[in-house]
């Protein structure tokens, strides 16, 4: 096969001709698929061509790693193409060896390729020898591999799941048979995993620090919480709080996860859900402690941690520590901001400008302060403050109308009313006045105040007692989006919140299996990047879906039937991605062939 360009009414049409010989052995060119004027990789052509012919004519058990992504992706539409080309020669037997070509059918098709992502993370982890190794019976094992594997692939409730789980390949993968009765199966699998929590996260921690030869020197610890669409009444831990997804109408729990420098997690526990995050700490570092083998990392904590008693407490534990200081407390600053010589951090473009700068703390000469102005931060801050002014002035001027109507007429009433107000858009209050005079509310703005505010938009301070250079100081205490990211993972991808549960037991294990499902989404992160593969697993997961697991019937002209199962040819790119992942799709699930007599 070989690519041909020609040119029809001066637009450039690429063609993909087979040469052959027909029966009186002259030759003759098919076209094979035409393809517009595709931009294919000129370098490239005669192996694109190549593999196509061998994709075509063998069987389809092909894959050159030497070709380039765009490469393999031209092979697979060009294969695509071809098979529903007009141009492909014709069969015109209805029976071969016996076969009966137009009765052939493709049945019990079943999603495979993400699920064999999720069983090889699982063995490379080696949950099952762990399991094992705690007392859980291997039926125990494979309901809790298809649990944890439903979280990493397609978050759902436990009544969902079974149904979910006749569509993927897992019960034959796993050898389990899970139906609607199965349900209490899988909360008794739940609780197992809860009373072996502490052990396994032990045993993870270790098996990926020797798995990934990890230098662990850092402890990144955030918080984040869940709530429930329900009332949750039969959780003690169910209160209402601070939601950081402004759901405050519903209760919550606090799930607080302290991650190393690699994103890996370390250890969880879930709170009530009105504990103040500061509160958090202590319980965390009682459980790392007893596992850090004479290693005292650093502590990374964002503001919402940064007490006095949580910083006397890590001094006291021997603990190093960066901590960022609350957006309140920057303005304590502002003569050191404007007073001192910044470091500008190299390497960033100007929009994404960093500064820098070390100062001793004025309040504590034993620990450092690091000043730091970040371009993007001013930005989005700046675009913060004046949303929140228009919706502050918006309020002020619907109260203010309405006071003019007559509707609000006492005055105890309206200042109830505008204390309701400034509570509520705190934030901006504070740089205006509102007063009730004659009928009218007066709302007057202090510029100067609001001009502080905004000079000071992209400031943030770091207090730390480690002894290291503003630039290596910022640069540990950035880690910390690595235990955001983990967040962002386990809210979204991995179903962590909502959390549709009541009791207490089933809250806390649907957390586990989602912090299960995220060591496994570590170890798939973990070998992309070993790649230079920055897709995430939702794109992955994606590429993955199409390649299934079927049953191909085959009846004979005798009146008997041949069933083959087998994995569907996965194509290029799905190849790719197995290899990167060291994954052997046709061994994870050998053909089997049954006979059906006649």
């Known amino acids: ?49 190549s593999m196509v012919e061998r994709r ?12 380039s992504k765009t490469a393999s992706s031209w092979v697979d539409r060009i294969v695509q193409l071809a098979g529903r080309s007009q141009a492909a020669k014709p069969v015109p037997q209805a029976t071969v060896d016996g076969v ?14 993400p699920e064999l992502v999720g069983l090889k993370a699982w063995e490379e982890l080696h949950f099952t020898g762990m399991l094992e190794a705690l007392g859980m019976n291997p039926s125990a094992i494979a309901t809790a591999q298809l649990m944890v594997s439903n979280r990493l692939i397609e978050p759902l409730s436990e009544w969902a799941l079974i149904d979910w789980s006749h569509r993927t390949a897992l019960p034959e993968l796993l050898d389990i048979r899970i139906t609607k009765s199965a349900k209490d199966r899988l909360y008794r699998t739940s609780d197992d995993l809860m009373t072996l929590r502490k052990d396994i996260e032990t045993t993870l921690r270790e098996r990926e620090r020797d798995l990934f030869s990890l230098s662990r020197s850092v402890i990144l610890y955030d918080v984040t919480n869940s709530h429930f669409e329900g009332l949750c009444a039969s959780n003690p831990k169910a209160k209402h709080g601070k939601n950081k997804q402004h759901r405050n109408d519903c209760r919550q729990v606090a799930v607080g996860i302290a991650f190393d420098e690699h994103g890996f997690p370390l250890a969880h526990e879930t709170f009530e859900g009105n504990m103040g995050d500061t509160k958090t700490l202590p319980i965390i570092l009682d459980r790392l402690a007893r596992h850090e083998q004479g290693l005292k990392p650093v502590v990374i904590l964002d503001a919402g941690f940064a007490s006095h008693a949580n910083l006397a407490l890590l001094k006291e534990r021997g603990y190093s520590y960066i901590v960022n200081i609350t957006r309140g ?53 700046e675009a913060m403050v004046s949303s929140a002014e228009k919706r502050f002035l918006a309020a002020a001027s619907a109260l203010g109308k309405s006071i003019e109507k007559g509707v609000f007429k006492r005055a105890a009433v309206i200042e109830r009313k505008i204390g309701a107000l400034q509570k509520r858009h705190a934030r901006t209050a504070r740089f205006y006045t509102l007063k009730h005079n004659a009928g009218r509310l007066e709302i007057t703005r202090d510029d100067d105040k609001m001009k502080n505010a905004i000079a000071q938009c992209g400031d943030y301070v770091l207090k730390t007692d480690k002894s290291l250079g503003a630039t290596q100081l910022w640069e540990l205490y950035m880690t910390l989006l690595k235990a955001e990211a983990g967040f962002r993972q386990l809210k979204g991808t991995l179903g962590l919140r909502p959390n549709f549960h009541q009791l207490e037991d089933r809250v806390d294990g649907h957390i586990f299996i989602s912090v299960l499902a995220y060591h496994l989404l570590c170890w798939i992160n973990k070998r992309l990047e070993a790649h230079s ?21 085959l009846p004979l002209a005798d009146g008997r039937t041949i069933n083959i199962r087998k994995p569907s040819q996965p194509d290029d790119e799905q190849k790719r991605v197995y290899q990167m992942l060291g994954i052997d799709w046709k061994a994870a699930f050998p053909t089997r062939k049954t006979e059906i007599p006649a």
């Open 329 to 381: 407390s920057r303005s304590k600053y502002a003569d050191s901001f404007e007073k001192e010589t910044f470091e500008v951090l190299p390497g960033r473009s100007e929009e994404k400008r960093v500064e820098v700068k070390k100062i001793t703390d004025p309040e504590d000469p034993a620990s450092h302060l690091v000043l730091c102005r970040s371009a993007q931060r001013r930005l989005k801050e």
């Open 533 to 553: 593969d920055t897709r995430d697993w939702q794109t992955i997961r994606r590429l993955l879906g199409t390649h299934s697991l079927v049953t191909t019937r």
């Open 1 to 49: 096969m070989f690519f041909r360009t020609k040119s029809i009414k001066g637009s450039l049409l690429v063609q993909l001709v087979h040469s052959y010989r027909n029966s009186d052995g002259l030759p003759r060119q098919r076209v094979i698929a035409s393809l517009g004027d595709a931009a294919i990789p000129e370098a490239e052509k005669p192996l694109i061509a």
């Open 100 to 113: 009966i070509l137009d009765s052939i059918e493709t049945t019990d098709v079943v999603e495979l390729g």
């Open 56 to 67: 075509i004519h063998g069987g389809g058990d092909f894959f050159d790693s030497s070709l």
